[in-house]
């Protein structure tokens, strides 16, 4: 049985790769590797520029981190900027299409005597060496921030993608100054071979009261009536999410990966777009990834047309596509549309619409000569591939791709089969092993919480006449780590990706401090037995361990007190009938499977008199999040939901979300939790607007007017959340991802803190992955808890903090939205060495100093033991708002 476990894995394994090179063209998240500036791939004869100052600043000497000794360093102009009238450049010829994510530069070294680099600069760029275009982010904003020195390193993000041969990069400086750059350019190979495509402009989208923005905005060709001569949001790599309203890239509008269109303004009821290739080719499929809201009017193409030509005029017989109605899942998927292995250069394409409105994100083709890779296949110098593809006058198509794609194939089952024989060497000796360290755990953890229960009753008879230690008092002081090794991206990356930028710098103060940190052999079992590898457990149960390990103080016995009480209040929680349950959308998924938004009818009636929930409208049904377990779950993994459900039924409080029900008479096992009807608190401020000055008695009472909120709400909202967590703390409960993504809101802007925040992938970039284990929030961490692993209610506080920027910000931007990362994990090094250079989150304009200054900065304070506690904030605001 377990053989045939493990030959279903492979043959899973071999089919996620299968359909994913055949799913996407690129992957943005995986398409890093750098192009040959460096390594000597691009040749010399390939980078040119528009002057130099002399030989010994050629433009071959441009590459980064790259010096044979003959040159400066770098290549410098002949001139001085761009602000002088003269554009000067240095141009990458990169031989055929390649889709660019990434770039890097640094200035002149001249073996430590070069002072020239370019502060700022901008890129130009071309398929064809004849149109040009002027590079811009997502939000119109064409200047690079560059380098501040002429030896480090500085990578940016291009956002969006660039797809073009050409490449050149232009400092931007002051008049006075003198550059040089070097450079290097991340990606790789743009296989599918588009050059361009047309279609009609978007629309504009009104739903309810909200405006949608339905165009390319990122288009680099011509933008009229019909864009036409470029590329844009349709080949960026970047799929829009479920619900067009929202975008995985962090601050954009609504509707902004998708372009849509209605069927109000086309009479014929389809869109007609045209797709032009570099060379012809034999295409095998389209793949199109479109939305499917058609509770909001939108709706998946019901059939497509399309016509090919390779020279002359277009083809009369098209292939035709059905696609039938989904009126289920309103999920976005991608759409598969065979071409039948027709031959061209050009398609144009017909979608008719299958509803009001249409909307798609990307459009990717598989076609013979161009199928996925995972790696680059560098040029060899001294011999210049100068032909492009397809310039075989027979039009010849190269299999080689594919040949290379099977011998991996051979080679991934070859090891696959090793593994197998490890596999079933070791599992006699594994279930030995484990069976023999539970025993061992379990007689530790019987002796440890007897001798822990006897401490606390001897304690507490002691200690009768003295009053108990304050419930904000860190708990849960094990559990540090001296691992020092660098942190790396959420997003999954191939065994041989290349991560560009270099390693974070290791502190040295921390790296000795952290040898002196010892965590107990049981902490460190329980810690991994609850936490998985899926990320950090959820804040409901993971204190609960770290209370019944530890030193036995005043602060642990109030802990097991807590604890004890809990225990013994055995709140129970109904089955709830799975029939009544209806899908509304998938909102995310967690570590223990999926967390979909559903209707729950009759819950009302199901629920007791007393429950603090807001009732719907006319007995409607009541909106939910159900969080399911997964079908193919391990027995831990459904202990832990299960310990989930328990811990969970028992928190009762205004300001916190509830544990409604539960179906766990058949899988999958699912806990039904309240959800408020206006989302998240972060998707709900960033709508809105501050208003100055109230003009009406409902905006003297700081009730939320259109799209306006006043301050005295702003803060009547952090009052809840402070409340909720001044309870969670009386508990030693710690939250561990507290943030407004976190916080739900309903009628009334009432506010009760959930955790649905890590499982959407709306948030994904607000998370880390740290030491190949643990996603974390590291915007809203103390610094002990990124570098010392220590999560206690003196972090909660110093996220509260961020949590309350947010709020005042109306959730306008990103915590250190300014740095990358890497950035602000140095960042908490400067407060670990405590040094004046940490940088703070600067005040938000409508805050009061004293807010700022004696709490939010308070709550920012090195010392975990000087921050105010959660009962001390809650009435500090309270003051505040009154």
């Not at 041969?165 to 290097?184: A, G, K, L, W």
């Not at 799929?239 to 975008?247: N, T």
């Not at 890497?822 to 040094?835: A, L, S």
Request: aromatic residues 10%.
């Amino acid at each position: 049985m377990k053989v045939m476990g493990v030959m279903q894995i492979q043959h899973h394994f071999l089919l996620v790769l299968l359909s994913a090179a055949a799913r996407s063209q690129v992957n943005p998240e995986m398409c890093r590797y750098p192009l040959g500036m460096t390594g000597g791939q691009i040749l010399d004869e390939d980078i040119t520029a528009s002057s130099q100052w002399s030989e010994s600043t050629a433009p071959r000497f441009g590459r980064l981190d790259f010096d044979n000794g003959d040159g400066d360093g770098a290549w410098c102009p002949d001139g001085k900027s761009e602000a002088d009238g003269l554009r000067q450049y240095l141009q990458v010829d990169l031989r055929s299409l390649h889709f660019l994510t990434l770039v890097g530069t640094q200035g002149r070294h001249a073996d430590g005597m070069g002072k020239e680099f370019a502060q700022r600069y901008r890129i130009h760029y071309s398929r064809d060496d004849t149109h040009w275009v002027a590079w811009q982010d997502r939000k119109g904003q064409p200047v690079i921030e560059g380098n501040r020195n002429p030896y480090d390193v500085v990578l940016k993000d291009l956002e969006p993608p660039i797809i073009a041969r050409y490449v050149r990069f232009i400092p931007v400086t002051d008049h006075s100054m003198i550059v040089c750059m070097r450079v290097e350019l991340y990606g790789c190979q743009w296989l599918d071979g588009l050059m361009e495509y047309s279609a009609p402009e978007g629309h504009q989208m009104i739903y309810r009261g909200l405006d949608v923005f339905l165009n390319d905005s990122v288009y680099d060709g011509v933008a009229s009536d019909r864009l036409t001569k470029g590329l844009g949001l349709l080949t960026d790599g970047t799929w829009g999410l479920d619900d067009f309203l929202h975008s995985p890239i962090y601050g954009m509008w609504p509707g902004y990966d998708y372009v849509g269109w209605t069927n109000r303004t086309f009479p014929r009821g389809y869109v007609e777009m045209v797709f032009n290739f570099d060379h012809i080719r034999n295409f095998t499929s389209m793949k199109v990834h479109s939305s499917n809201m058609f509770s909001r009017g939108v709706r998946l193409f019901r059939q497509a047309s399309c016509f090919f030509r390779s020279e002359g005029d277009w083809e009369g017989d098209p292939v035709a596509f059905k696609h039938p109605a989904d009126r289920i899942s309103q999920g976005a998927r991608f759409i598969t549309v065979p071409l039948g292995g027709r031959t061209a250069s050009s398609i144009k394409c017909r979608f008719h619409f299958g509803d009001l409105w249409m909307l798609i994100s990307e459009v990717a083709f598989q076609s013979g000569s161009a199928v996925y890779n995972t790696s680059l296949t560098p040029r060899k110098r001294g011999h210049p591939t100068n032909a492009l593809p397809g310039e075989d006058p027979t039009h010849k198509l190269d299999d080689s791709n594919t040949r290379i794609l099977i011998g991996c194939l051979v080679a991934i089952i070859a090891i696959l089969s090793a593994i197998i024989v490890i596999i079933l060497w070791r599992q006699v000796w594994q279930k030995l092993l484990e069976k023999a360290s539970r025993r061992m755990l379990d007689d530790e953890l019987t002796e440890r919480l007897a001798e822990q229960t006897q401490a606390f009753f001897f304690l507490r008879s002691s200690f009768s006449s003295s009053t108990t230690s304050s419930s904000e008092k860190a708990v849960g002081e094990g559990g540090g780590s001296s691992s020092t090794s660098p942190y790396e991206r959420i997003f999954p990356l191939s065994g041989d990706y290349q991560e560009p930028s270099r390693l974070i710098r290791k502190l040295p103060e921390f790296a000795q401090s952290a040898e002196n940190l010892v965590a107990s052999r049981s902490s460190r079992l329980l810690l991994q037995q609850v936490g998985g590898p899926d990320g950090p457990p959820h804040y409901a149960e993971a204190d609960i361990i770290s209370l019944l390990d530890g030193p036995v103080s005043t602060s642990s016995c109030s802990s097991i007190a807590a604890f004890s009480l809990l225990a013994s209040r055995e709140v129970p929680v109904r089955e709830f009938p799975r029939d009544r349950l209806s899908f509304r959308e998938k909102l995310g998924e967690g570590q223990f499977g999926e967390v979909h938004l559903c209707e729950a009818e009759g819950m009302q009636d199901f629920l007791d008199e007393d429950a603090s929930i807001e009732r719907s409208h006319g007995g409607s049904p009541l909106l939910v999040a159900v969080k399911t377990l997964r079908e193919d779950a391990n027995k831990n993994a459904r202990n832990d939901f299960l310990k989930e459900i328990r811990i969970m039924s028992r928190l009762r409080d205004p300001n916190i979300v509830r544990l409604l029900a539960v179906c766990v008479d058949t899988d999958p096992l699912c806990m039904i939790t309240e959800y408020m009807e206006n989302g998240d608190l972060n998707q709900f401020l960033h709508q809105l607007q501050l208003r100055e000055a109230p003009t009406t008695e409902a905006e003297e009472q700081g009730e939320v007017v259109g799209n306006v909120v006043s301050y005295s709400k702003l803060m009547s909202m952090a009052v809840q959340i402070a409340s909720g967590m001044r309870y969670l703390s009386s508990l030693n409960f710690v939250h561990r991802d507290l943030a407004t993504r976190n916080c739900l809101v309903g009628r009334s802007c009432t506010i009760k803190i959930a955790d649905f925040g890590m499982s959407r992938n709306l948030y994904r970039g607000d998370y880390y992955r740290i030491q190949g284990r643990a996603v974390l929030p590291i915007r809203w961490m103390s610094w002990e808890s990124i570098l010392l692993g220590k999560f206690t209610m003196a972090s909660d506080v110093w996220a509260f903090a961020v949590t309350l920027w947010e709020i005042l910000t109306l959730c306008q931007e990103q915590p250190y939205c300014q740095f990358s990362d890497e950035q602000v994990i140095e960042n908490t090094g400067e407060f670990f060495r405590d040094h004046g250079k940490q940088v703070y989150l600067p005040k938000p304009a409508c805050c009061p100093d004293d807010v700022y200054t004696d709490l939010m900065l308070s709550c920012w304070r090195r010392n975990a033991k000087q921050r105010p506690g959660f009962q001390e904030i809650h009435c500090r605001l309270m003051e505040n708002a009154a």
